[in-house]
């Protein structure tokens, strides 16, 4: 396909695995309104989310892929197909191959003509044919671990090409968030994948458009502070990208939420570190001299934002078995409820030494604390009257772990007085290692699906 | 003879969001206003930051400015309790903690309390 320069229109209907599934209608309705070229990418990929994916593919071959995947797609499929709205994701988690076929599957019982979808490989690295470069980079640390998944965060050239070669949908695995958005903008511009500037800009609409509702009024509301029109319905973002990589963040027509200036200031520095350098594998953005302004209601403007070079090396995430992780809780209430609590911490302290206890007195103090129980030791009991005493502990055995929910079941009987709605939990760790490997030993290719037979 | 100044927590003159990547936090401290931007850059240090913090143990505490938006970017490394597959907390992305940094007393010049966000 030719390069154009008339604007695009990318809409986000998904900024997390488990996002809301009803997001992608509205997106769909608006890119069809308003005609011209649109892409509708769903960004549904965190650091243990593909863990949690190579887990399922090993015990199922036709999965690891988005579990929602169908969910999110079915109710816009037919109408992105029939208004040329490409698709774009990073669903493909594990198995980006059998999410495809899924797709194929999906769209042939809805009795509609097949699309043309590609799936981009190379990503993951999980095969014993790797280990030797996991290895040289993470040397002993690579010793007697369990190894889940090994994935190389990689860029949007794949799918620029992808694109180009006719792709209506694209579906890869650990794509870098960004890159789901400067693919398809590399296609549609016809930019050179040393184009730093336009790369940065599209990088950062993308980055603006990867956590969905949080760029949108989603993530931001705080009563009397940072009022949030009809948050219940909060709608989902669509940039709109200019021939320099420009973009102005929008959201989807007849859905709550806001695109506010301070609402976009804090998405525009959400997981960034250095603002001159955030590194991605197509480029590096220097947002240091970013500026954002109003455009109208719910349109807001980015612009300062420049390029240098891509990085030499791609970010690689191993994840591997961590062991056991133990949880229980227990609720105390009413007169003296918050001593009560604090006397049951002591109780499971006394009875599991061999565990490092994490406590938490929910009501009183949580998730503001450390692991090590610092700011719990230094701050002075208080008289909280409804406290949700919580503990938490990994082993790398089972057996030692498990003794965490007898012991906080044992409070019924043998703990202080009142305490009631013991929940405990024992689940599987996932660790991670990361490590930085040169970009040549990754290639990576786009595979156009077969008809189905 | 200078004004009087007035000391107020911080979420009243900034706001903020928090994100993580493996055991490093980053926290946007953004002024409600302009002009309340110089009472961050003086008062919201490395050193401050990192005081405040100090039950978490920060290996580094980096700040980064960004005038065109007026607001700060903390960068907080080993304050995760080793990330989200590691940490016991509840919270192991540490999404709360820019609530944490914003409980933060700052002085503000008595004549710039009507930028002041919420109630007084």
């Given amino acids: 396909m030719s390069p154009s320069s008339s604007p695009l229109l990318i809409g986000c209907a998904a900024g997390f695995s488990g996002d809301r599934v009803d997001a992608a209608g509205p997106v769909v309705d608006t890119l069809i309104a308003r005609g011209g070229p649109a892409f509708l990418i769903f960004e549904t990929l965190a650091e243990r989310t593909l863990a949690l994916a190579q887990l399922r593919r090993r015990a199922d071959p036709q999965a690891g892929f988005e579990p929602l995947l169908d969910d999110m797609l079915r109710p816009v499929l037919a109408r ?56 040289a980079q993470l040397g002993a640390a690579m010793d ?111 859905t709550g939420g806001v695109v506010s200036l301070a609402g976009v200031k804090e998405q525009l520095l959400y997981e960034v570190h250095d603002p001159a350098a955030y590194l991605t594998p197509d480029v590096v953005a220097d947002i240091s001299a970013a500026q954002l302004s109003p455009a109208g209601p719910d349109r807001v403007t980015l612009s300062g934002v420049r390029g240098h070079a891509r990085p030499a090396n791609l970010k690689v995430n191993v994840c591997h078995e961590g062991g056991w992780l133990a949880e229980g809780e227990i609720s105390y209430a009413g007169p003296r409820a918050e001593a009560r609590a604090r006397l049951a911490a002591e109780v499971l302290r006394r009875r599991l030494p061999e565990l490092a206890l994490r406590v938490d007195l929910i009501g009183a103090l949580s998730i503001m604390g450390d692991d090590a129980g610092r700011l719990l030791a230094q701050t002075p009991a208080g008289d909280a009257r409804d406290v949700r005493l919580r503990v938490a502990a990994t082993h790398a055995e089972r057996a030692q772990a498990e003794r965490l929910p007898r012991e906080v079941t044992a409070l019924y009987c043998c703990g202080p007085a009142g305490g009631g709605g013991v929940r405990t939990s024992l689940t599987p760790r996932l660790n991670t290692l990361s490590c930085l490997v040169p970009r040549g030993a990754v290639p990576l290719r786009f595979e156009m699906l077969e008809k189905e037979q | 003879m200078s004004a009087p100044n007035i000391t107020v927590p911080l979420y009243r003159a900034a706001h903020g969001r928090t994100g993580d990547k493996g055991n490093r936090s980053n926290i946007s401290v953004i002024a409600w206003h302009p002009d309340l931007y110089p009472m961050l850059l003086s008062q919201v240090t490395e050193q401050v930051v990192a005081q405040h913090f100090a039950h978490r143990q920060p290996g580094r505490v980096q700040r980064f400015e960004l005038p065109g938006l007026a607001a700060l970017n903390f960068v907080l ?37 009507p930028l002041l966000e919420g109630p007084p």
Avoid at chain 1, 87 to 113: E, T
Avoid at chain 1, 122 to 129: E, H, P, T, W
């Fill in chain 1, 80 to 135: 992105c197909l029939a208004h040329n709205i490409r698709i774009v994701s990073n669903f493909g988690a594990a198995n980006p191959l059998a999410a495809a076929r899924h797709i194929q599957a999906m769209a042939a019982g809805m009795g509609l003509a097949a699309p043309r979808i590609a799936v981009v490989a190379g990503d993951d690295l999980s095969g014993a044919q790797h280990e030797p470069l996991l290895r």
């Fill in chain 1, 144 to 254: 007697g671990i369990r190894k889940v998944s090994a994935n190389a965060y990689i860029g949007a050239e794949a799918i620029a090409a992808a694109l180009n070669a006719g792709a209506q949908i694209v579906v890869a695995g650990r794509v870098a968030d960004p890159s789901l958005t400067v693919g398809p903008a590399m296609s549609h511009f016809g930019w050179r994948a040393d184009d730093w500037d336009r790369l940065a800009r599209a990088t950062m609409a993308g980055h603006l458009l990867e956590c969905g509702a949080q760029v949108c009024g989603g993530y931001f509301a705080d009563p009397g502070y940072k009022d949030v029109p009809d948050l219940h319905a909060v709608g989902y973002p669509i940039a709109e990208i200019d021939s320099d990589g420009h973009c102005v963040i929008g959201k989807a027509a007849g």
């Fill in chain 2, 77 to 113: 490394d080993d304050v995760l309790d080793g990330g989200v597959n590691d940490a016991l907390n509840l919270d192991t992305h540490g999404k709360a903690l820019s609530f944490w940094l914003l409980d933060l007393p700052i002085e503000i010049p008595a004549e710039l309390a």
